[in-house]
């Protein structure tokens, strides 16, 4: 068991060395489509590569998620055949719920474990890569369903 400055240690640990091992400008935040946000997620228990909805106005969100709805078979097919689509999505830290495309890593998994991020950071590029690649393509429609 670590202690909350310990795992904080920890988690910036790992973070700083996915940085320095992949120094790529991941599109994230920086999507421009408002409330549309790529993140890695890697805790104690599991690892995911998303895609969240989190517009101010729910109307957005959904109409965003729906426009990702029609291009799913496209996703699934010709980049990530392992993605899974939720409409309701709970956060863990807060509770909230979002709509989130996201894809697991499979491969045993945490945080705390280093022999474990070698593997984590591979699954991080190449299905990032892949969800970026996607929505290059198809940017400017999913841009207009808002």
């Known amino acids: 068991m670590f202690s909350k400055e310990e795992s904080a ?3 910036r640990e790992f973070w700083t060395s996915f940085g320095k091992s992949f120094p790529k400008k991941w599109l994230r935040y920086n999507t421009d489509i408002k409330g549309v946000a790529f993140k890695f997620v890697a805790d104690r228990k599991k690892a995911l590569v998303c895609l969240d909805f989190e517009h101010p106005e729910e109307i957005a969100n959904e109409l965003l998620y729906d426009k990702l709805l ?5 996703l ?3 980049y990530l055949p392992n993605a899974i689509y939720d409409n ?3 956060l ?3 509770g909230k719920v979002i ?16 022999n474990t991020w070698r ?4 699954f991080f590029v190449k299905n990032m890569t892949k969800f970026e690649e996607f929505f290059n393509e198809y940017k400017d429609a999913i841009k207009h369903a808002i």
């Open 99 to 114: 709509r989130r495309i996201y894809i697991v890593h499979e491969t045993k998994f945490s945080i705390h474990n280093k």
């Open 76 to 78: 699934l097919t010709d």
């Open 119 to 122: 593997d984590c950071y591979e």
């Open 92 to 94: 863990d830290e807060s």
């Open 70 to 74: 029609s291009l799913k078979n496209i």
């Open 9 to 11: 240690k920890i988690r």
């Open 88 to 90: 309701t999505y709970e």
